[in-house]
């Protein structure tokens, strides 16, 4: 299984961004999916995730009503729409599916 992440970037604080990942390689649609970060100096931490149906999300405090997961199993994908943004988000993104991790994507949050 190979997962590719993808959207980072830098961006001014209060502005968005979408991570899109897509996984190849194997089965998608009966695993539930995840993003992770990683600051500087920081653990990784599960900020979102989302069942193998879809139907049920998991997000951390410090991202909840600013960060939506969704997952397009007809395109192998799942997305995280990341809306005002804040330096404090600033961490390396990475995609997973149990036992898989994605190369990961940066974002960075000025101020």
């Known amino acids: 299984v190979q997962l590719q992440a993808s959207g980072g970037g830098l961006v001014q604080a209060g502005y968005s961004l979408r991570l899109s990942c897509a996984a190849s390689?194997?089965?998608?649609?009966?695993?539930?999916m995840g993003w992770f970060r990683q600051a500087p100096g920081k653990e990784r931490e599960c900020v979102a995730a989302?069942?193998?149906?879809?139907?049920?999300?998991y997000y951390t405090d410090s991202v909840k009503g600013r960060f939506t997961i969704s997952r397009d199993d007809k395109k192998n994908t799942v997305s995280l729409q990341m809306n005002s943004l804040r330096p404090d988000d600033t961490a390396v993104y990475y995609c997973?599916?149990?036992?898989?991790w994605g190369q990961g994507t940066l974002v960075t949050v000025s101020s």
């Open positions: 390689g194997g089965v998608f649609s009966y695993y539930g």
């Open positions: 989302i069942s193998w149906t879809g139907v049920r999300e």
């Open positions: 997973w599916r149990a036992g898989f």
